[in-house]
Each structure stands twice: as C-alpha cells, then as structure tokens.
C-alpha cells in the first residue's frame, strides 16, 4: 500500500513532497512494516527561480551575495535589524531565492554598509561592495528613492548635498574669530590642508565645531591653510549611494585641488573624507598622506594637554566610534586618547563599542534616506544608539564625524532625552577645555 502527503516547507511555497512506506515488509529477517520502513522521495531544496539572484551576482563586485550559507551570524550585528527594518545579509539572500528583485526594492537602501556584517561572516559576503553596485544599476534603471535622487542632483549641480551656493562654502571663515588661511587666496606651502568637509562648512553645529578645530590648530601653531570655495563633496557618500559617475567627477576636482597647493598632510574633519583619500582616491591618481583629525591631534597629545587647562566638570561621556574610521579603517585609540587628555572626564564606554561599534545610520547614503528608512524601521539607528548612551549614564555622547552632531540631536529630541544627554563633537570638548 502506498500513501502520499504533501508537506509544505517553511518557504511558503507548496512543494509534492511524496513518501512510500509498505504496509508489510520484512527486510533480512526484520519487520520494518508501515511507517518503520518509510522512503522519503528526495527534496528539492533549491527548486526557485533564481533569475534575479543571477541577475544580481552578474554585477561585477556583487558576486559575494551568492555566497551565503544561511548561517545567521550576521542577524544581530546588522543595526537596521536591530532597528525593526526586518533586514540583513541573510535575510536578503532568502528573499532573492524567492524571487525578489533587490534592484526594485526597499532592501536595496537600506544597507548603511556599516561593515558590521562582514565581520562575522564566515562567507565573506560583502555588502560594502555589493550595495554601490546594485544601487548603481538600479539608479541607471531610474529606481532611487526621492531623497537620494534629491540630494544627487544638489552635489551634480552646487558641489554639497545641503545645495548651497560653492561660494557660500567659505562663508563661516570670514565670520571666524579664528586664523584660516584661504589657499587659493593666499597660496604658497603648509604643513596641512585641512579638508573642511561640507557639514563644517554649511550645517550650523558642524560651524560651531569647524571654529573650535581652527581655535585648536592655532593654539598649537599648526601651519593650515583650508581651500575654501574650492572644496568640493568628497564624493564616498555618492559612491556608495549608487553614483560613481558624480564620485569620479568629484574626486577628479579634489585631487586636482590637493596637487595645486603645496602640503605635508590632508587633515579631515570626518571619517568619510577619511575613508574616501585614504582608500578611493589613489585609484584615480590622488596618494596623499591623510589623517583623520583625532589621529593628527593624538600625535600631538603632549602639547596639547598642557593647553588643557580647563575643567569638564567630571562630566560622564561616551564616545560613538564611526563606522568609516573604526571598522572600515581601523582608528580606535586616537578620538579615546584626547577624551582621556581632557582635565575631569570620566570616559564610559556603551555596550557596543569599538570594533562591536553601532552604526548612527548616516553611512552609504543613509544621511539622506532617514524619511525613507522611518517608513521601514520601528526606530531611527540613532535614535537606538542616543537610548544607549542614557542607559549607561553617559551626560555627553562624543562624535568625531560631522553627521552625528546633528543626527543625534535630533534623536535626542525624538526620544524625550533633551537636558539628559548632551552631543558634543570631540574638538568641541577640546576647545571648550583649552585656555578656560
Ligand atoms: S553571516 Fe554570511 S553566510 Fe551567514 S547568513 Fe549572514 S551573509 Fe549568510
Ligand atoms: S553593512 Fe551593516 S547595515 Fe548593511 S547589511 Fe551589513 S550589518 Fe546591515
């Protein structure tokens, strides 16, 4: 006698899963009858149309997204998982074996590519290169978020993402209480080309830490000159958002501009500049020495602490490592060695720290898809990150990346944490405790 049942396996999908058993059978003088001698008809397993898998991996540089074995390792360290987005390498490689498009679809923008899942992935699957590719032939299909569409159009045209006249790019330096040499203006060699970066030349909170780095640099007779309306975007957002045409253009306008003035070393005021000289730019022909600010006043540490002379009041504070100085680069110690200079602050670290750092959500283009992302999550990334930093007492959140400042205040605001946690930009701490 032969029955046959159908089961259904956990993809939804129905599948004829038959079986045979025979209802009496005696095999080398057992009885192995009914259910004891059951034969399973052998499953298809990997019966999907994977046309948009394939679809996806023949993109030169997304191949990775093939790789995956299911493993889940990479589940609780993605942050938009974490933050209700129902996300995550291992989610999205299930949903293209069930035909999903990542191309046209939400998945595809919500990837901060943080890198937190590429570290405990035993395949290697890797969204930092997989994400820029497959946004940018979605782009070329026309799919991209408004937002992001927006804020492309504003770097093609003005050079920021704020849209703002060029011009206006050096207006902070003529209301400075500062010394900023203006290279095109008054060129000749410096030490360092301090890369100013748009959110310190435009985002008000951005010029308030913008003054306190050039406060800081005269202090220490640091010879600087800035490019003033010359500096563009440094285009990594752009590139990792899908856009490697705008990236090149503007890495081409940088470089040439780092070549015309005679320097030492390029500072940056923030990790994405960071990343973008450090690791993009030699590919189209620009080597410089660059280093991320907290790096280039670290080095300085015994000359600046006898500048420290003020108090911090035993203030609590917690520091956010960025994603694109930590993880992608590798730069932990330096933005902890200058907190630890400064006279009466207590330095407490959250739960997810360093190389474990939580991600704010501004990375790979999220700095301008946090409407889009709100729809998706339960919670904004930040908003996550602000409720840690209260939940281990901090008083100050410390960031050493010009979107944070203003991504957490709002999250701080959004949380009902105004008057309990304060954001501070590390060179902001320093000037506040420099010659008080
Ligand atoms: S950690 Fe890597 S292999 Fe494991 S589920 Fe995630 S992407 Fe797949
Ligand atoms: S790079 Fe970060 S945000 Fe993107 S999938 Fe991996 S863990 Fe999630």
Redesign the pocket.
Same mark, same amino acid.
């Given at each position: 006698m032969t029955e046959r049942y159908n089961l259904t396996v956990n993809t939804g999908r129905e599948k004829d899963q038959s079986f045979v058993e025979k209802e009496s059978a005696v095999i080398e003088g057992i009885d192995v009858s009914g259910r004891w001698n059951r034969m399973f008809v052998p499953r298809e397993i990997q019966d999907y149309d994977l046309t948009n898998m394939h679809k996806l991996t023949a993109i030169p540089g997304a191949e990775s997204m093939g790789? *995956?074995? #299911? @493993?889940? #390792? @990479?589940?609780p360290a993605c942050p938009v998982d974490t933050a209700g987005g129902d996300y995550? &390498?291992?989610k999205i490689?299930r949903r293209l074996e069930l035909g999903m498009d990542l191309l046209d679809s939400r998945d595809l923008w919500l990837c901060t590519t943080c890198a937190n @899942?590429l570290r405990? *992935? &035993?395949?290697?699957?890797d969204m930092i290169k997989i994400m820029p590719v497959a946004r940018a032939a979605a782009v070329l299909e026309g799919n991209v978020p408004a937002e992001l569409l927006e804020m492309f159009q504003n770097v093609a045209e003005y050079g920021n993402p704020m849209g703002q006249s060029a011009r206006k790019r050096a207006a902070w330096i003529r209301k400075s209480d500062a010394e900023i040499r203006v290279l095109p203006k008054d060129p000749g060699p410096v030490d360092v080309l301090w890369f100013v970066g748009d959110f310190y030349a435009y985002h008000g909170r951005g010029v308030d830490a913008a003054n306190a780095m050039a406060r800081v640099f005269n202090a220490l007779d640091v010879d600087f000159g800035v490019l003033g309306a010359d500096e563009r975007t440094d285009g990594d957002s752009q590139r990792l958002a899908g856009e490697p045409g705008l990236y090149e253009e503007l890495a081409e306008h940088n470089i040439e501009q780092f070549k015309q003035h005679e320097h030492e070393r390029i500072v940056v005021s923030g990790p994405h500049a960071y990343n973008a000289i450090k690791n993009e730019y030699p590919a189209m022909g620009g080597e410089f020495e660059v280093e991320h600010y907290t790096q280039f006043l670290a080095d300085q540490i015994d000359e600046l602490k006898p500048l420290l002379t003020g108090s911090f009041g035993n203030r609590k504070v917690t520091f956010h490592d960025p994603c694109y100085l930590g993880r992608h680069n590798g730069e932990y110690d330096a933005p902890r060695d200058l907190l630890e200079a400064v006279p009466d602050l207590d330095l407490i670290e959250m739960y997810r720290c360093k190389e474990q750092g939580y991600c704010c959500g501004g990375g790979g283009g999220g700095m301008w898809l946090d409407g889009f992302a709100a729809e998706q999550q339960s919670e904004r990334l930040s908003e996550n990150r602000v409720k840690e930093a209260v939940m281990v007492g901090a008083d100050v959140l410390a960031v050493c990346c010009p979107y944070e400042v203003s991504r957490f205040e709002d999250a701080v605001k959004s949380t009902n944490n105004d008057g309990k946690l304060e954001v501070l930009d590390i060179i902001e701490i320093l000037d506040q405790c420099m010659g008080a």
């Open positions: 790789w *995956c074995y #299911q @493993c889940a #390792q @990479c589940m995550g &390498p291992r490689f @899942c405990v *992935c &035993p395949k290697e699957v």
